[in-house]
């Protein structure tokens, strides 16, 4: 057999096995979101606390307001900053008592991949209430992307 | 899911190439020619067919300037442009790489140019890349849509290079090439990695395969 026809079906092997190449499906999820935990301070000590009957929405210029949790009992909430402002607002009412609670924020987009596309990454600035159900705040991460790791934790709210 | 359609595509192409280009022994001489070899990758021209959006062309150049010792000079060029439901994409420009290659077959007759070799290749590639109409959904607060986003940008990485060679013709030669490819500039861009570089081939992976396909011209100055 030629030099030719020899190094040339080696070829057409290493082509064909090679040729098989796997599709990338998007797996990710593209929203940014806040997590954040409540808290009780105590004396010497800081606990997780739950707040029964919860109901939160965000303010939304121009759209219906949607409830991001529906009067439940609720250790932590996950809010969905907005993309399109550098401020997130968002109401808390529980029982009697109503807080609106308000992130101030930066944003960039940045690439999750080439297959899921784009996302928002925010930058804590500041957060503001007006303390008639939240008493004070701390911030743990002042970074929110779409990759949210496992326990990841943004804010901590004292009520 | 395995992209069975470009698998059937390239090997039927590559058959194609093999029946179109059978071996012809020529008479053999006494003298061995040498002079400088300038080839062109036909596998750049399979791409357009087996993956629309992205074109390209190389060529190459090389000579034996010691006895199997090959320096090698490779300019090409390389676009990929996609529409998908998320934005749409552009990337391209062009590379340049250098190196040597070094022939392992014994020379038996010296009227036969046949060449196994390997070698090395340094890749740069000077290229832009854009992203328009960029959707980022949002199911709470509502879609945006970006306008534009660019970047100028440089690429370095190194080849690992195994190929052959095979006179099929006087002074007119078919070859291929597989190549390991690595990376040297991570970080090209902050914000998107770029899905092709030029040369280089996706830069999600700090590693890369690629292969050449080409066909060879060699200008017969010398003999001796």
Not at chain 1, 39 to 68: A, F, M, Q
Not at chain 2, 125 to 130: D, G, K, Y
Not at chain 2, 168 to 187: A, D, E, P, Q
Request: hydrophobic share 40%; glycine share 8%.
């Amino acid at each position: 057999m030629s030099f030719y026809r020899t190094t040339h079906i080696i070829l057409f092997l290493v082509i064909s096995l090679g040729s098989c190449t796997t599709q990338d499906v998007c797996d990710e999820d593209s929203q940014s979101e806040l997590v954040a935990r409540f808290k009780t301070r105590h004396p010497e000590s800081v606990t997780d606390t739950t707040i029964s009957g919860l109901y939160l929405y965000g303010i939304r210029k121009g759209l219906p307001d949607s409830l991001l949790v529906d009067s439940l009992p609720v250790q932590q909430i996950m809010l969905p900053l907005d993309p399109h402002h550098d401020t997130s607002q968002f109401v808390m009412r529980a029982g009697s008592l109503a807080d609106t609670l308000q992130i101030v924020h930066s944003r960039e987009f940045y690439m999750i991949s080439y297959t899921c596309g784009f996302a928002t990454r925010f930058t804590i600035d500041t957060i503001h209430y007006n303390g008639r159900l939240i008493h004070e705040h701390e911030i743990i991460n002042h970074t929110i992307d779409a990759e949210l790791k496992l326990n990841e934790e943004h804010l901590w709210l004292y009520f | 899911m395995k992209n069975t359609s470009g698998y059937i595509f390239r090997s039927i192409l590559l058959l194609g190439i093999i029946l179109l280009f059978p071996y012809h022994g020529h008479a053999q001489d006494t003298l061995r020619t040498y002079g400088p070899r300038i080839g062109i990758d036909l596998a750049r021209f399979a791409y357009i067919f087996a993956k629309p959006s992205e074109v390209g062309a190389a060529f190459s150049a090389d000579m034996e300037i010691y006895e199997n010792i090959y320096p090698v000079l490779e300019l090409g060029y390389n676009s990929i442009s996609e529409q998908t439901e998320l934005f749409d994409y552009t990337s391209g420009g062009t590379f340049l790489r250098l190196g040597a290659d070094y022939n392992l077959l014994p020379v038996t007759d010296r009227s036969l140019h046949h060449s196994i070799t390997v070698g090395f290749r340094y890749g740069i590639t000077a290229f832009s890349h854009h992203a328009d109409q960029i959707l980022i959904t949002d199911d709470y607060w509502g879609n945006m849509v970006l306008e534009s986003y660019g970047n100028n940008l440089t690429g370095h990485w190194l080849e690992l290079v195994g190929g052959v060679k095979t006179e099929v013709l006087s002074n007119f030669f078919l070859g291929w090439s597989v190549r390991y490819k690595i990376l040297i500039t991570n970080h090209l861009d902050p914000l998107i990695t770029p899905q092709l570089i030029p040369g280089y081939g996706r830069g999600t992976a700090d590693r890369a395969f690629g292969f050449t396909y080409s066909m060879f011209y060699k200008i017969p100055l010398f003999k001796k």
